[in-house]
């Protein structure tokens, strides 16, 4: 198994243009998302189709400072050679036919899994190297039992790089109890996907239910879909 990182522009070039097409088919499966609205038979059900459509939504953000894919596989079949990039997410053109492969595919499995021993029909295995969202470099790796095994200069560059430590929330402080009774209403949140009784808030990290006096949550009560809930009244 053999290690060498090519210097030719112009394969690099066509990389990044790969890249470039894929951030651009990212950006079609978001203003495709962008269009759908949610209608479901009842208040719940529309409801649940809003929340499903808004994680679509925020899954489809691209970031530009990080890279769609890291890596590219060459896989030998009967009919042909297939090339699929792996990256953090699916990503696929107009017809439909994967740009990038999710990490987590079966077909990404070859990426971390094949050696010299055991090649899983790899042709070439290649690891890209990026400056913030910009490709930079990449190294190809062929499988061949007679080579030596060698190391990756880009794979260990990027175990050893020093990682960005955010700094930490602020602690929570606990609510005192209110002096006067009853309390002084609440105002509403601008809230997104409102309903009438509840809608996201803070991007979607939280569901709020606003309740009136004597209302009450509705059955059931609690998570939904993940999202951290909470009441409040007005």
């Keep these: 198994m053999s290690i060498t990182s090519p210097s030719g522009a112009s394969e690099l070039d066509a990389e990044a243009a790969h890249l470039a097409e894929a951030r651009a088919g990212l950006a079609r499966m978001r203003e495709r998302a962008d269009s759908l609205e949610a ?22 953000v691209d970031d530009p400072s990080t890279p769609l894919f890291f890596g590219r596989i060459d896989v030998a079949s009967e009919a042909a050679v297939e090339r699929f990039y792996v990256g953090r997410r699916h990503v696929h053109d107009e017809l439909g036919d994967p740009m990038v492969v999710d990490w987590r595919a079966d077909i990404s499995r070859a990426f971390y899994r094949a050696s010299a021993s055991d090649p899983m029909n790899l042709r070439l295995r290649r690891r890209f190297g990026f400056v913030g969202g910009t490709l930079a470099a990449y190294e190809d ?16 560059e990027e175990i050893e790089r020093p990682r960005v430590e955010e700094p930490l929330p602020a602690p929570l402080v606990a609510r005192l109890a209110s ?6 209403p609440v105002v509403r949140p601008d809230l997104t996907f409102f309903n009438g009784l509840g809608g996201f808030y803070q991007g979607g990290r939280e569901y709020v239910t606003v309740l009136g006096a004597g209302q009450w949550t509705p059955a059931p009560s609690g998570d939904r879909e993940g999202f951290p809930c909470r009441d409040t009244s007005e």
């Design 39 to 60: 209608a479901g038979g009842n208040a719940v059900s529309t409801e649940y189709l809003a929340a499903t459509l808004y994680r679509r939504r925020m899954s489809l």
């Design 141 to 156: 790796e062929t499988f061949d039992a007679a080579a030596d095994i060698e190391t990756s200069r880009i794979l260990t």
């Design 179 to 184: 002096q006067t009774y009853p309390e002084a």
